[in-house]
Each structure stands twice: as C-alpha cells, then as structure tokens.
Nanobody, 120 residues
Framework: QVQLVESGGGLVQAGGSLRLSCAAS????????MGWYRQGPGKQREWVAT???????NYADPVKGRFTISRDNTKKTMYLQMNNLKPGDTGVYYC??????????????WGQGTLVTVSH
C-alpha cells in the first residue's frame, strides 16, 4: 500500500502565501509523476500542477507565475509553494502520485486533502 499525507493548508488573506507538503510512504519502489489537484466549493476537482521524477514541471493557467511545485525524491515528498493567493484558490488540495509498488504493480495514489481558504 501507498499512503500520501498532505499538510500545510489553512486560512490566509488574499495576497498571502502558503506552502503545502505531500509525504509519501509505504511499499514504494518508484514514484513517477506527482501532482496537485484542487476542488473548490461547488466545483469539480481540477488539475493544478505536475512534476515528473526528473523535475519537469507543468502548471494550469490560473496558477502560472504564482504557484511553484517541487519535490525531494530522497524524502519522497512533494511541495506546492503558493504565492499571491486569491479567493478563487480556495478549496481542498489533493496530492497525487503515480507509483510502482514493491510487488511490481502500479498504483495511482491520492491523499486525503488539505483545506486552503483564502479570504478577501
């Protein structure tokens, strides 16, 4: 099994910053792509950013220039630095990882989510 645990969410005023973390643990052989998704109130879950094992990054247009995704492969941890936050960034942020587990199979793992609330 693979566990992903997010942390770092909270309440922040518009224009503020937060840093989210996602720690992976369990019977992991390889972690390939990792990503962040979010789900705002009354909205569907949407993709935010992705980072490959080789550190190549991609961002959704609404967060480009404000969010930075990174990862530390030695710690099996991914981060999302969020700057200049806007009320529209409010939502539950989920961590996702494409993994190869110790038994040789693949697993698309998800965390339980961390809530980010941006006030006006």
């Amino acid at each position: 099994q693979v566990q992903l645990v997010e942390s770092g969410g909270g309440l922040v005023q518009a224009g503020g910053s937060l840093r989210l973390s996602c720690a992976a643990s369990g019977n992991i052989f390889v972690i390939n792509d990792m990503g962040w998704y979010r789900q705002g109130p009354g909205k569907q879950r949407e993709w935010v950013a992705t980072i490959t094992a080789g550190q190549t990054t991609n961002y959704a247009d609404p967060v480009k220039g404000r969010f930075t995704i990174s990862r530390d492969n030695t710690k099996k941890t991914m981060y999302l630095q969020m700057n200049n936050l806007k009320p529209g960034d409010t939502g539950v942020y989920y961590c996702n990882a494409d993994t190869i587990v110790g038994t040789g199979g693949t697993l698309d793992a998800w965390g339980q989510g961390t809530l980010v609330t941006v006030s006006h």
